[in-house]
C-alpha cells in the first residue's frame, strides 16, 4: 500500500441517488442493491497497484478494497507516487466501473487510464492481499 497524497478530481458537484423501489415481492428488488456497493471519490485514502499495471487497488475508509480492473495496461502505474481519480457522470459518487478514470503521471503528460470493472474485495480477499505483501521481500 502506498502512503502518499492522493489527488481525487471531481467532475461535478451534484451526487444523484436513487432508492430501490419495493413492490409487493420485496426481497427480489432488495437482492440486487445488496451487490451495488457505492463510495465517495473523496473516500479514498490510499491506492495499490499489480506490477502488470492493469489493475489498481482503491483503498477506501477504514477498512474497504476495491479491485479496478484496467481496459489495458497503464504505464507508469506501479511507480507513480500519486495517482487522481476522476468521476464521470457529474457526481462525485463510484459504483462501478463506468464511474471513474484515473489519472496516471507520465513523462508526456497525464495518462488517462479506463476501469472497467470495479468490485469490492470480501474481508478475506483483503486479509490474503495483506499478507501476501508481507512476505515479499523489501
Do not use: H
Not at 499489480?50 to 477498512?63: F, M, P, Q, W
Not at 459504483?95 to 478475506?124: F, H
Amino acid at each position: 500500500m502506498k502512503t502518499i497524497a492522493f489527488l481525487c478530481a471531481v467532475a461535478g458537484l451534484a451526487l444523484t441517488a436513487s432508492a430501490p423501489a419495493f413492490g409487493a415481492d420485496d426481497t427480489a428488488a432488495a437482492a440486487p442493491a445488496a451487490k451495488r456497493s457505492c463510495f465517495f471519490a473523496s473516500s479514498i485514502n490510499s491506492w495499490g497497484s499489480d506490477r502488470d499495471e492493469k489493475t489498481a487497488y482503491l483503498y477506501v475508509g477504514v477498512n474497504d478494497v476495491y479491485r479496478a480492473e484496467l481496459f489495458s495496461r497503464c504505464d507508469g502505474l506501479d511507480s507513480a507516487l500519486g495517482i487522481g481519480v476522476q468521476t464521470r457522470g457529474g457526481g462525485s459518487s463510484i459504483c462501478d466501473g463506468m464511474d471513474v478514470e484515473l489519472l496516471v503521471r507520465s513523462p508526456i503528460g497525464p495518462q488517462r487510464c479506463v476501469v472497467t470493472k470495479l468490485t469490492k474485495l470480501t474481508p478475506e480477499e483483503v486479509a490474503a492481499r495483506k499478507s501476501s505483501k508481507k512476505k515479499k521481500p523489501g
